[in-house]
Nanobody, 117 residues
Framework: QVQLVESGGGFVQAGGSLRLSCAASGSTFSINAYGWYRQAPGKQRELVAVISNGGTTNYADSVKGRFTISRNNAKNTVYLQMNSLKPEDTAVYYC???????????WGQGTQVTVSS
């Protein structure tokens, strides 16, 4: 089992910045990659960014150049630095941990990010 606890969400004006944190605990040795997803009201959950154990990162086109995912392995923590925020970034952001064998996805409880225009 892996537990994920997000923090750092909040309310910010357009153009501002926020940093989300995701603290992982439990059987983190089994995790292959960590990611951030978001879900806006009335929309499906979508991938924002992912980082593998090797440090490879991938981003949704909508956040490239504005968001940065990183990890501190010593602290078992994953971060999402969000700059130049836009109102369309408003959503609940979820931390995800992917276990490969057997395949399973762990989720945090989510943290609200609200960007005003």
């Amino acid at each position: 089992q892996v537990q994920l606890v997000e923090s750092g969400g909040g309310f910010v004006q357009a153009g501002g910045s926020l940093r989300l944190s995701c603290a992982a605990s439990g059987s983190t040795f089994s995790i292959n990659a960590y990611g951030w997803y978001r879900q806006a009201p009335g929309k499906q959950r979508e991938l924002v960014a992912v980082i593998s154990n090797g440090g490879t990162t991938n981003y949704a086109d909508s956040v490239k150049g504005r968001f940065t995912i990183s990890r501190n392995n010593a602290k078992n923590t994953v971060y999402l630095q969000m700059n130049s925020l836009k109102p369309e970034d408003t959503a609940v952001y979820y931390c995800n941990a992917e276990r490969v064998a057997p395949r399973y996805n762990y989720w945090g409880q989510g943290t609200q990010v609200t960007v005003s225009s």
